[in-house]
């Protein structure tokens, strides 16, 4: 099992997964995503395109000396994972994604709905933001990285979700050289590249998806932030197997952390279910 974190995090999201599943009889394997943490950081800003996202994946599938494997997501990781399920189909078991839309689901739900198109643009402001040079990472470091624990704290459903400890690992993983504009270059290579035009020209009916031919569970915050639950609504459109969802009204965009009890057994019965 692939664990693939989001932003602004890094493998220590997944910890209490790992021990879950590696306690059940899974090899898991956690990565710092390319630029986060202790990974490499390419100071291109084109490096952190989602296709060599995708391919730093597949090169880690390859060196653990599997043909597949089940992958599961969130945020940026979740896009990867769709992206992977798409195009690469041989190389996952079941793909599992934790609060990030699939991009025609997004491009088909904001067509339909002029006025969820205007509010989840008005949500996404950060992303604009983030595409200005060095503001964003001034602004995010700035008085001890306190935006970084604001979102976390904020955001979160459940308030003691995240202990001081938690805060101060994830400040640690992008006070390193180069972290934090490297996790910004995730917005800069992708919002105005292919992967964001592409929902762009789907949302004008000018790009069609392929459908996803792998089973596939999406784990979805109702409160998250950023992102509108209308985003995954009639979702099942761009899967040709099985799809199922899983919406927790009181989790947030940290789903994660607030039900792990719950989420850690719903991922377990689907993989029973669908493993092959």
Not at 68 to 90: M, N, Q, R, T, Y
Not at 236 to 259: C, K, M, P
């Amino acid at each position: 099992m692939f664990f693939l974190h989001g932003f602004p995090q890094f493998w220590y999201v997944w910890k209490p997964y790992l021990d879950y599943f590696s306690t059940i009889g899974f090899h898991v394997l956690a990565p710092d995503l390319r630029g986060f943490n202790d990974s490499d950081k390419p100071k291109e800003r084109s490096s952190y395109d989602i296709k060599y996202l995708m391919n730093d994946v597949l090169a880690i599938i390859k060196h653990s000396g599997y043909k597949k494997a089940i992958i599961i997501g969130h945020d940026w990781g979740g896009s990867i994972v769709w992206e992977l399920a798409e195009h690469h189909p041989e190389k996952i078991e079941i793909a599992i994604v934790v609060n990030s839309p699939h991009r025609g689901a997004f491009a088909a739900n904001i067509r339909k709905n002029s006025f969820l198109n205007l509010r989840q643009t008005l949500r996404s402001w950060y992303i604009y933001f983030f595409q200005l040079p060095l503001l964003p990472e001034l602004a995010i470091s700035c008085c001890n990285f306190a935006w970084l624990e604001h979102n976390f704290r904020s955001w979160a459903t459940k308030k003691d979700v995240f202990s001081d400890e938690d805060i101060e690992q994830y400040k640690d993983a992008l006070r390193k050289p180069g972290a934090l504009t490297a996790a910004i270059n995730y917005y800069r290579a992708n919002t105005f590249g292919e992967f964001g035009m592409g929902v762009v020209q789907a949302s004008m009916g000018k790009k069609r998806f392929g459908k996803i031919s792998v089973p596939s569970l999406l784990v979805w915050g109702d409160q998250d932030p950023p992102l509108d639950r209308r985003l995954t609504d009639n979702m099942e459109e761009f899967f040709s197997d099985t799809f199922r969802s899983l919406h927790i009204a009181n989790g947030s965009h940290w789903v994660l952390h607030e039900h792990f009890d719950r989420i850690s057994k719903e991922i377990t019965r689907f993989i029973d279910k669908y493993k092959k």
